[in-house]
């Protein structure tokens, strides 16, 4: 069974929805992290929560929330979906004793219209 | 502020040819420098990381990387490719705040 899970996989949605992406870990890591990839522009952090009590804005949070419900869970909320939203997110995680390799799961393909 | 540039979008190679991919970065502190590779529908996975110490890294599948300061530079080889080996490469440096930034990436495309 795969590590870092995330669904759904793919998703495509109207403009103005409310989407929840969602991302488990089995790997026992307190470090979690959302990433959108967008062609040509590689991947870019959204939000990161280095424990359940420790939230943080990446470097492009506006326009996402996010909601860590437990260790092993960390959701991504788009709160009204627009069409630029549409990318590839990934979530990731890291253990804070070995910070510097991320995990990542496989992806979830978004597409707004 | 850091940032990573990746010189090459993509780079078509022949099968069982050289392969260099470039990376350069800009940091005013001590980094960490990563090199991630993503298989076509696929997450990422590191290939190889540089923290301190001997500055070759060697990664997995034959991959390797030199860490340049002088030059600001780590530039990911491969003296063998394989078709196996066709995947879009990311670059990445963090420092003590532990996150990543990636560069935009590197589409390698072996050919037979």
């Known amino acids: 069974d795969a590590d870092v899970t995330q669904t759904p996989r793919n998703r495509i949605t109207k403009t103005g929805k409310r989407i929840m992406l969602e991302c488990s870990q089995t790997?026992?890591?307190?470090?979690m992290y959302w990433y959108r990839q967008d062609p040509g522009l590689g991947l870019r952090l959204i939000y990161y929560s280095f424990d359940v009590k420790d939230i943080n804005k990446g470097e492009i949070s506006d326009g996402y929330s996010v909601s860590r419900q437990a260790q092993a869970k960390f959701s991504l909320s788009l709160e009204s979906a627009i069409p630029n939203q549409t990318a590839l997110y990934f979530c990731a995680t890291s253990d804070r004793l070995d910070t510097d390799t991320q995990y990542f799961g496989p992806g979830t393909r978004l597409t707004v219209l | 502020a850091q940032s990573v540039t990746q010189l090459d979008s993509q780079v078509p190679v022949f099968e069982e040819a050289p392969v260099e991919l470039r990376c350069n970065y800009s940091?005013?502190?001590?980094?960490?420098l990563f090199w991630y590779v993503q298989y076509p529908n696929q997450g990422l996975q590191l290939l190889l990381k540089y923290l301190s110490g001997s500055t070759l890294v060697k990664g997995i599948n034959g991959f390797e990387a030199e860490f340049n300061k002088s030059q600001t530079s780590f530039h990911l080889r491969k003296p063998s490719v394989h078709i196996s080996d066709t995947a879009e490469y990311f670059c990445a440096v963090s420092d003590w705040s532990d996150k990543l930034i990636f560069g935009t990436g590197t589409r390698l495309q072996v050919f037979p």
């Open positions: 790997k026992g890591h307190d470090r």
């Open positions: 940091s005013s502190v001590s980094v960490y």
